[in-house]
DNA sequence: ATAGATATACTCACTCAGTGAGTATATCTA
DNA sequence: TAGATATACTCACTGAGTGAGTATATCTAT
């Protein structure tokens, strides 16, 4: 009955909010704000799918939270990454996202969000290995486009823009890492 | 308790299933074929997820389905439109997509097919409507790119991205028309 | 002065996307 | 003759994402 793929997918805020948790611990509200301060373009996420997810951290032991009473306002919880929620956070950190659009122009940003947080250089090293997996990605759809069937228009079409995607996040890239340079 | 948004959603192969039974009324089995044969570049969708989609689609009312004894195999359920789901595919088809990646990717795509399948005249058109839309989509996001200061780094990095794929999906859009013309 | 908007802080119940395993039979292939 | 593949579908699950609801405090404009 348990999923294959507990692999609750990188394209949920999940790792934003590990991320936000790893630099500062807070109740919920304070982590969703700080979401949509700093990363309002890159995640659409309400206040309710935050603690949702804030919930499902906790039950699975990544993250853990205690009430803390306030005397005006309702009792809030406070949490915190633990050991474990560290780690995954830091796996995730250093694992290149897949060359989809979404996954760059979403897990990406936030990755180097918080690397360039943590140290500048390493900001730098995901942009170059994020750039060599998306050249090769370039490359599979490339070929793949080469495979089909001009009579298959709408196939074709599809790769078609994917490949001009990829190009254009590759050049993206380069202008990411003269961003991060200057920043 | 209803839901304000029934905005089912033009991201789910719906459309592309009312679609299908437009052309020619068959069974799950047979639909997810003929998906997964001519878009399969397009949506990715699982035999079972076509099943869902058929089965919330006769709840609806969109469609209709009988079952049909077989000799040997068993029994299948034949799906065919009825009225309330042909003006729903007719509305869908005459409706712009919205400017994101994926709907133009997924959704556009999807809509140029049955487009062309049934006038290539309405194609072209749809194809003229979608770069004025993308147009306009492109402008707003110039000016959101502008309006976001330089020390907001990932917000801009974002939006910039989002800016480079509006123009991608332009010059795609005209290679695409170039496409249909000549098909 | 006070009414209404906005901010703080969270819960609950829902719909829809998408998957994997399971059921059952027929036919093709090595 | 055993195993892969095709036909044809069901079921139960996790996860994404939303909207409404609850309750209190503070700010704002008339």
């Not at 306002?73 to 915190?80: N, T, V």
């Not at 250093?94 to 897990?107: F, G, K, L, N």
């Amino acid at each position: 009955m348990a999923s294959k793929t507990p692999h609750i997918g990188p394209l949920s805020p999940e790792f934003a909010l590990l991320g936000l948790l790893s630099q500062k611990s807070a109740h919920g509200y304070e982590l969703h704000q700080r979401l949509v301060t700093d990363l309002r373009q890159v995640w659409h996420v309400s206040l309710s799918q935050t603690y949702n997810i804030l919930n499902r951290l906790e039950e699975r032991g990544y993250i853990s939270g205690t009430f803390q009473e306030q005397e005006k306002l309702p009792a809030r919880r406070h949490f915190h990454l633990i050991p474990t929620g560290q780690q995954r956070f830091n796996q995730w950190l250093h694992t290149p996202s897949r060359c989809t659009v979404r996954a760059i122009r979403v897990e990406f940003i936030t990755r180097l969000y918080f690397a360039r947080a943590s140290s500048p250089e390493l900001a730098l090293h995901l942009i170059d290995v994020q750039v060599v997996e998306t050249s090769a990605g370039l490359e599979r759809l490339k070929t793949l486009l080469d495979e089909i069937p001009s009579e298959d228009t709408f196939n074709r079409l599809g790769v078609d823009l994917r490949v001009r995607q990829m190009a254009s996040i590759l050049e993206w890239l380069s202008y990411c890492r003269a961003t991060i340079l200057l920043s």
